[in-house]
C-alpha cells in the first residue's frame, strides 16, 4: 500500500489523507478525504485511521477502504461490476475475509448471478452497522451508517421493495447531526449536508410509489417529507417559477436533489402544472425510472451510459411522433433547467437559448444566448420572490438566491451590451427589490449604477451594505468581498478618497485579513502616502508579529529603500 502527502497532526487529532492507491489491482482513488478524531481514545473508525503512521493491519485498511464508499457508491457499482466480473466479486470477499469472516462466508456462497444490486452496500451497511454499536458516542460513525443506507436507498429504492424502517434510521441520524454536529462534521461527510440528504430520501421515496403507481403511498411520503421539513417555501416556489418558465406539455430536464423533488411536489400534491414532464438526468442511469419516463413521454427509451444518451433518445422519439403526425409539429418542447451539469450543457451549447430559470433546446444551431424578453416577461413579471426576503430564509433557500442573482446580471447585462441604459437600471432595480441583502446582490448593482453614471445611488448601497455588515452579530467572511468591490468601483472612476474609504471600512470590521491589508498597503504605496503607509505597517506588525513578508516590507520602507527605488525607475 502506497500513502502519499501524508498529514498526521497529534494536537488537533486532524487528519488528511491526499493521492492514496491500494494494492492488488484494488480501485486507486485521488482527493482530499479529512478525518477529525473524536477523542484521543479512538477514531471514527476504530482504535486507529489509515493516516495514523502506527497503522499497520489489513483490518483497519479495509475499514478506511469502506468509509470512502457512501459518498462515491456510483463508483463502486462501476468498480466492482459485481454482476459481471468473478474477479472483482473475488477481490471484494477477500477484502472482507480477513476482518469479517462470517459476513465473507455469507456472501461467497452466492452466485454471481445471484448477487443482487446493492448486496456489496448491504456488506458495507453491515459494517457500519457494527461500528456504531462499537463506539456509539461518535457523530462521524452515525454519519457514515447513515451514508451507506442513503447510498443504498438511491441504488435500489426504484425497483426493490422499500425498507421504511431503515430510512427513517438514516433520517434519524441525520436529524441528530443537524442538531449537535457542526458545520465541520456536515463537510466530511458532504455535499449534500444533512438536511437536503432528509430531503433526497423522501422525494426518492415518493418516486418509488409514483414509478408503481401508488399515488396515495406517493402522497403519503410527501407529507411526511414535509412534517420533517423538507419542500419548504423556498423550494417550492423555486421549482414554482421552473414550471412557469416552461409552456405547455413541455419536457424540463433538471439534474438532481434539489431542482427535482420540488417539482413532483408541486405536481401531485398542488396539481399545478401536470402537463410538463420533468426529466432527472441524475436517474436516467436507473432502468426502472428511464422505462417510466418512456411511458410518460409515449417514446421508447433505455438506460444507457452515460445518462444523457436519454436526451438524445428523447430528440429521436419526439420527432419521429411528429413525423408520423401523433402530435403536433410544435408540442413536447425540451427545456434544460440551469442547475443542470455544465458536462450536459456543453454537449448543446450551440442550442441553448437561456429563458429564465432555464434553458430551451433550440433545434437550429447557433439559435443560442438570451431570449431578451422571455427572459423580462420571466423574471420582471410572471416569477414570484416571497419566500426570499424573510429573516428566517433556510439553507435551501439561500441556495436558490445565487440562481436568481446570476439570472438578473445576465439580463442587466445583455441590455447593458445593447447600451439600453434604462432597462439594465430597471433589471438591477428589480432585483434589489424582491432580492434579500447579500455582498454580490449589492455590489453587482453598484457597478451598474457606476457604468450608468448614478453615483449617488453607489453611495447609497454602499452606506446601506456597510450598516448591515457592522451591525451582524456573526461576521460572514464571504462580506470580505465587497468591499473589495467597492474598492474596485471607487478606483476605476477615480474616486479616491471613496476606495480608501471602503479599505478602511473593511479593515474595522476584518483587521486580520490580509487581503484588504495587501490591497491598502499597494493602493497607499500607489498614492504616495508614506506616512500612512508607515503607520498601518506598524501596527500590523505588532498585531502580526509572525508575518516576516510585512516585517521585511515595513523596514525597506522606514529605510527609504523603496523610495530610492522608485527614483531611480
Not at 430510512?167 to 449534500?192: C, F, M, N, S, V
Not at 405547455?248 to 402544472?273: E, K
Request: with cysteine.
Amino acid at each position: 500500500m502506497c500513502i502519499r502527502d501524508r498529514t498526521y497532526t497529534e494536537n488537533s487529532r486532524l487528519v488528511f489523507v491526499t493521492r492514496f492507491k491500494y494494492i492488488d489491482n484494488a480501485p486507486s482513488y485521488s482527493g482530499i478525504q479529512p478525518v477529525f478524531q473524536e477523542t484521543a481514545g479512538y477514531g471514527p473508525l476504530g482504535p486507529f485511521d489509515i493516516c495514523d503512521p502506527r497503522l499497520t493491519s489489513v483490518r483497519q485498511w479495509f475499514d478506511r477502504k469502506i468509509s470512502l464508499i457512501p459518498q462515491r457508491v456510483k463508483s463502486v457499482r462501476l468498480t466492482f461490476k459485481l454482476r459481471k466480473n468473478e474477479k472483482d466479486k473475488k477481490w471484494f470477499i477477500e477484502r472482507i475475509n480477513s476482518p469479517y469472516m462470517d459476513l465473507a462466508s455469507n456472501l461467497n456462497t452466492k452466485s454471481l448471478e445471484d448477487w443482487e444490486l446493492g448486496d456489496e452496500i448491504d456488506a458495507i451497511l453491515e459494517l457500519y452497522s457494527a461500528k456504531v454499536s462499537q463506539y456509539p458516542d461518535s457523530l462521524d460513525l452515525q454519519m457514515q451508517l447513515a451514508d451507506a443506507i442513503w447510498s443504498r436507498a438511491r441504488f435500489i429504492i426504484l425497483e426493490a421493495p422499500v425498507d421504511i424502517k431503515l430510512l427513517r434510521k438514516a433520517i434519524q441520524i441525520y436529524k441528530k447531526t443537524l442538531a449537535e454536529g457542526d458545520i465541520r462534521l456536515w463537510a466530511r461527510h458532504g455535499p449534500p449536508r444533512p438536511d437536503e440528504k432528509i430531503t433526497s430520501i423522501w422525494g426518492m421515496l415518493a418516486l418509488h410509489y409514483l414509478i408503481h403507481g401508488d399515488i396515495d403511498s406517493t402522497k403519503w411520503a410527501f407529507n411526511q417529507g414535509k412534517a420533517d421539513g423538507c419542500f419548504d417555501d423556498g423550494m417550492l416556489e423555486y421549482s414554482k417559477n421552473l414550471l412557469i418558465t416552461c409552456p405547455t406539455d413541455a419536457i424540463l430536464v433538471t439534474n438532481g436533489i434539489m431542482d427535482t423533488y420540488g417539482l413532483l411536489y408541486l405536481q401531485i400534491m398542488n396539481g399545478f402544472r401536470p402537463d410538463v414532464n420533468v426529466v432527472c438526468i441524475g436517474l436516467c442511469d436507473n432502468s426502472d425510472y428511464v422505462n417510466f419516463i418512456g411511458k410518460e413521454l409515449n417514446i421508447s427509451l433505455y438506460s444507457v451510459k452515460p445518462p444523457q444518451n436519454v436526451i438524445i433518445q428523447m430528440m429521436r422519439g419526439i420527432k419521429e411522433l411528429k413525423k408520423a403526425n401523433k402530435i403536433p409539429s410544435n408540442s413536447m418542447p425540451i427545456y434544460f433547467a440551469i442547475t443542470i451539469a455544465q458536462n450536459i450543457k456543453s454537449d448543446y451549447a450551440e442550442n441553448l437559448k437561456m429563458v429564465g430559470l432555464a434553458y430551451q433546446l433550440t433545434s437550429a444551431k447557433g439559435d443560442s444566448g438570451i431570449d431578451i424578453n422571455a427572459m423580462n416577461e420571466n423574471l420582471m413579471k410572471k416569477y414570484s420572490y416571497s419566500s426570499l426576503n424573510t429573516d428566517s430564509m433556510t439553507y435551501t433557500t439561500a441556495k436558490f438566491l445565487q440562481n436568481y442573482q446570476t439570472q438578473f446580471l445576465n439580463l442587466a447585462y445583455k441590455y447593458r451590451k445593447l447600451n439600453d441604459t434604462t432597462s439594465a437600471i430597471k433589471t438591477i432595480k428589480k432585483m434589489n427589490e424582491v432580492l434579500p441583502f447579500d455582498w454580490r446582490t449589492n455590489s453587482s448593482s453598484s457597478e451598474f449604477y457606476s457604468w450608468a453614471n448614478k453615483w449617488d445611488m453607489v453611495d447609497s448601497l454602499y452606506g446601506d451594505a456597510y450598516r448591515q455588515i457592522s451591525s451582524k452579530g456573526k461576521l460572514d467572511f464571504n462580506d470580505i468581498r465587497l468591499f473589495q468591490m467597492y474598492f474596485q468601483i471607487y478606483y476605476r472612476a477615480e474616486k479616491f478618497g471613496n476606495a480608501e474609504q471602503a479599505l478602511i471600512d473593511g479593515l474595522k470590521i476584518f483587521p486580520d485579513d490580509r487581503n484588504l491589508f495587501s490591497s491598502y498597503v499597494s493602493f497607499l504605496y500607489s498614492q504616495e502616502k508614506y506616512e500612512k503607509l508607515l503607520s498601518i505597517l506598524d501596527n500590523w506588525v505588532a498585531h502580526h508579529p509572525d508575518d516576516e513578508q510585512y516585517k521585511k516590507f515595513y523596514k525597506q520602507v522606514k529605510d527609504g529603500e523603496l523610495d530610492e527605488i522608485r527614483k531611480k525607475k
